[in-house]
């Protein structure tokens, strides 16, 4: 299983990022996939979730309808788009991979998204 995410960077207050992750390895359409963020010293929270066939959707509380996690169609990825960026919205952000009934998690290396003027 790898994850590979892209797509991080510097952008000012209000800004937007897309973010990608490319799955292999795996049957990507069994796996629901999650967005991560994790501060240093802090726990890792959840941003996004995103099922498969189904493509129900979960997002933090913090997200306020700024963010959206999709599933590309017909290639292994999945997006989160991620708009009225804010400083505490800096972080680096995980993909991760589980199947439905499992308790395994695969994670990609994270990408460093800043928010700063």
């Known amino acids: 299983v790898q994850l590979v995410e892209s797509g991080g960077g510097l952008v000012q207050p209000g800004g937007s990022l897309r973010l990608s992750c490319v799955a292999s390895?795996?049957?990507?359409?069994?796996?629901?996939m999650k967005w991560f963020r994790q501060v240093s010293g802090r726990e890792r929270e959840l941003v996004a979730s995103?099922?498969?066939?189904?493509?129900?959707?979960t997002y933090g509380d913090f997200v306020k309808g700024r963010f959206t996690i999709s599933r590309a169609k017909g290639r292994a990825t999945v997006f989160l788009q991620m708009n009225s960026l804010q400083p505490e919205d800096t972080a680096v952000y995980y993909c991760?991979?589980?199947?439905?009934?499992?308790?395994?998690?695969?994670w990609g290396q994270g990408t460093q998204v800043t928010i700063s003027s």
């Open positions: 390895g795996f049957t990507f359409s069994r796996y629901i």
């Open positions: 991760s991979a589980r199947q439905a009934y499992s308790s395994t998690d695969y």
């Open positions: 995103i099922t498969s066939p189904d493509g129900s959707t």
